[in-house]
């Protein structure tokens, strides 16, 4: 009798764990169950549509989570330039640029191509349509699978893939906690990570102005962390790589968060006093209106203008006193903004929170309480930096979880 491998999810880590258990097991029926009209959908989105598969400088620095040593192993087995030589075996030719690489193609649709490819050449069922609401436990550890429509898959082994909370649209919608918690795993707090942030300042005046800059995120006037890269003004508050590799700490600290920006993190404070004396006296003659054109934004140098107290830009630059050249110099090093919250799982890239890690083996990836079932991805109590990290750890996670399925124990 054949044996039965289902994994519910069909994202980056269902998809390669799909691919794993094939490839070491001759003689398994291997289902995909997708609760979308089709799988992979999230995969598409990845890297603004080019699919940042991984990144050759990844370490254990770049996740979080409550626990380390799982994290430690899946990286020390799966290195990028394993994880790339993978997909170059299922026809991905693959390129690094500064470090983050990406299909040659330049398009995330080849990567789920190549992907699904290799799927019917191993007959791997898909399911679509399928959304999971019950795990049923019989005692030789064999399982049924329910739908919400009340329809059943039996299976031997599983490997849950659902993702987190993010993008629900593409297929995560956090079902997957639901279901590992009824079968006695405990969940993490789960908050948006990798989203942009809300402000309680008013910015729309400055919605679409970007600038690369030092961003530093505090709690009650204590530093949490600094990231330097692309900042993005939004109606709402903040975006851009710097401002979503720091908004990981809103799940830590609901409340006093605040971020400083630093327009000009290569000068001193008192470099900016001398640069803005030199300007005021070159442009004297100019409309203060004009005092920060050719050096920033001009919508940010009137937000920064008036931050000063100067509402008439009709006055000469040559009106600015010494005491406003300091407190501009001041706030173009420390310009601070009030963090009410985030765009919300809609907007997020990735779940902070989940699964706890120690209920799982460390080199299986096989639950400790539930015989026979397995996990991979963003389920798990992990979530990574931007830059390929988190895709990484799904398609890391999905071999290993998918070989171990395939190869661990002769009782199915």
């Not at 899946?74 to 290195?79: A, D, F, G």
């Not at 659902?162 to 969940?187: D, M, P, R, V, W």
């Not at 009137?302 to 407190?327: A, H, P, W, Y």
């Amino acid at each position: 009798m054949r044996s039965k491998i289902v994994i519910i999810g069909g994202g980056a880590a269902g998809l390669v764990a799909a691919i794993s258990v094939a490839e070491h097991s001759k003689d398994t029926e291997i289902i995909i169950l997708e609760r979308k009209d089709r799988v992979g959908k999230k995969i598409l989105a990845t890297g603004n549509g080019r699919c940042n598969l991984t990144n050759l400088d990844i370490d254990k620095s770049n996740y979080y989570g409550d626990d380390f040593k799982l994290i430690e192993n899946v990286l020390n087995e799966y290195s990028p330039e394993k994880i790339i030589s993978f997909f170059e075996s299922i026809g991905v030719m693959c390129k690094a640029e500064d470090g983050l690489v990406y299909p040659y193609s330049n398009t995330a649709s080849s990567v789920l191509t190549c992907l699904r490819n290799r799927l019917i050449q191993l007959r791997v069922q898909e399911i679509t349509d399928f959304d999971v609401d019950l795990i049923n436990k019989n005692k030789k550890n064999k399982y049924k699978i329910i739908s919400k429509d009340s329809k059943v898959v039996d299976a031997d082994k599983i490997i849950i893939a659902t993702g987190g909370c993010s993008y629900e649209n593409l297929g995560s919608n956090g079902s997957g906690f639901k279901i590992l918690e009824t079968l006695g795993h405990t969940c993490t707090k789960l908050a948006p990570a990798l989203v942009q942030l809300k402000t309680q300042e008013n910015l729309k005046s400055l919605k679409g102005v970007k600038f690369k800059g030092l961003a530093t995120i505090k709690h009650k006037a204590k530093v949490l962390d600094q990231e330097n890269g692309e900042i993005l003004f939004t109606d709402y508050g903040l975006s851009g790589i710097a401002i979503m590799q720091l908004s990981r700490y809103t799940r830590q600290y609901n409340n006093h968060l605040v971020i400083t920006l630093d327009f000009f993190p290569e000068y001193t404070e008192d470099g900016i006093i001398d640069m803005l004396k030199a300007r005021k006296e070159n442009l004297k003659d100019l409309d203060i209106d004009n005092f920060f054109i050719g050096m920033l934004n001009k919508n940010l140098g009137q937000v920064l203008l008036k931050k000063i107290g100067i509402e008439r830009f009709t006055l000469k630059n040559s009106d600015l006193t010494s005491k406003q050249i300091k407190e501009l110099a001041r706030i173009l090093k420390n310009f601070e903004l009030k963090i009410v919250g985030t765009n919300g799982f809609k907007n997020a890239q990735v779940t902070a929170g989940g699964i706890l890690t120690t209920e799982f083996d460390i080199n299986t990836l096989e639950s400790r309480i539930n015989k026979n079932i397995y996990v991979a991805g963003e389920v798990l109590d992990v979530f990574g930096d931007c830059g390929g990290y988190n895709l990484h750890f799904a398609w890391a996670t999905g071999l290993r979880a998918g070989h171990s399925a395939a190869t661990k124990g002769s009782n199915l």
